[in-house]
């Protein structure tokens, strides 16, 4: 089961960066082996976390605006935003513990 | 479209029923756990399945299937005469092993005990798992050139994976750093979004397979920087460039590039077995001689993790498949 809503350019504003709760958005593609592989580990997140933080996915494909915006290069590639604002970045599939860690702050 | 998740999806039942027998598999002793799902792995999952060993494959949280799920068209693997993607052909390997009874989780193996008989598992929730036999099929990660700079542009242009990133340099002039078959791999995939593709090699020859090399060094975008070394990745937010240094007469140069793909070779993953088991001066775990045998009874190796110098899919596989008649020959004495 999955939360994660598909979120695009232009909505990326209003469910993003004036979301009131943490963000988690990840960024794929279908072609992105390890993307493949961290939908599910993401999917989990966004059950387990209900409560603390939103989780979205942009579709780099569709919306190539926005991961030109933060200078994206590399896919997986998962940014925790709070406020509006970057507050961490995860680059490249990652265990689920590896998240727990790095977002520590919004997920504990 | 979403094999893999799908594949995660059917396993879910599988993790969720183990936890709830927590206690029974704590105390249940296996024959044998495979660490790894590469070729190797997978391999000595379908034999030790097929010998009724019921097999523990533990494949990685996001490690999955291995280097092959980065790769796109693989054309040397025996048995498919027009090629196969490597995600599709490692898509593969898995339903062969699970249609033999192979458990599958996907969980990332954090911790081993390999001494006395009966070998320890632990797994990243703290879980823990026992079998007479281990088979380590964890393969090899990509090296890094080891720059400052490299660590801190990641993401910024430094890739390790054009299948996934080379999206993301439609029309801009990239580098590629190495001279083997996946640097090669990795330009000829490249020249299709790259104004410009630039090899950078530190020897005067590649190492590439010949149809492989003379395909790179035919195309009319990519282009060769022989005997030179990167010392620097340049960029503040992004790549902007390469300090490079050519190591016959010690010139020093920028490449104006938007990209860097870094493909110089493998180690071998032998972080959980270091100070465990005896490794090879290359780093790689020491087998004895065409065996899979390790230096500690029981426990057995297979694929890119003992094998410094092939590191072929096909290799690999085959060395699960010794791996697992050794573990069965192990087995029979140990149950004798």
Known sequence: ?108 | MWPAIQAGASTKEEVHRSVSNAENTASEVRDVIIVGSGPAGYTAAVYTARANLKPLLLAGSVTAGGELMNTTDVENYPGFPDGIMGPDLMENFEKQAARFGTEIQFEDVTELELDGDIKTVTIGSGETFRARSIILSTGSAYRELGLPNEKRLSGHGVSWCATCDGFFFKGQDIAVIGGGDSAMEEALFLTKFANSVTVVHRRDALRASKIMADRALAHEKISFVWNTGVEDVLGQDKVTGLKLKNLVDGTETELAVTGVFVAIGNDPRTDLVKGKLDLTPEGTIAVEGRTSQTSIKGVFAAGDVIDPTYRQAITASGSGCVAALDVEHYLADFHA
Request: proline residues 6%; charged residues 25%; glycine residues 6%.
């Open chain 1, 1 to 108: 089961m999955s939360n994660a809503k598909e979120v695009t350019d232009a909505s990326f504003g209003t469910d993003v960066l004036a979301s009131s709760k943490p963000v988690i958005v990840d960024f794929w593609a279908e072609w992105c082996g390890p993307c493949r592989k961290l939908g599910p580990i993401l999917d989990e997140i966004s059950v387990e976390y209900s409560e603390k933080v939103d989780v979205v996915k942009v579709n780099v494909d569709d919306n190539p605006a926005i991961a030109a915006q933060y200078g994206i290069t590399s896919i997986p590639a998962v940014y925790l935003f709070q406020d509006g604002e970057v507050k961490g970045t995860v680059i490249g599939a990652r265990p689920k513990q590896f998240f727990e860690k790095e977002f520590a702050d919004v997920l504990s």
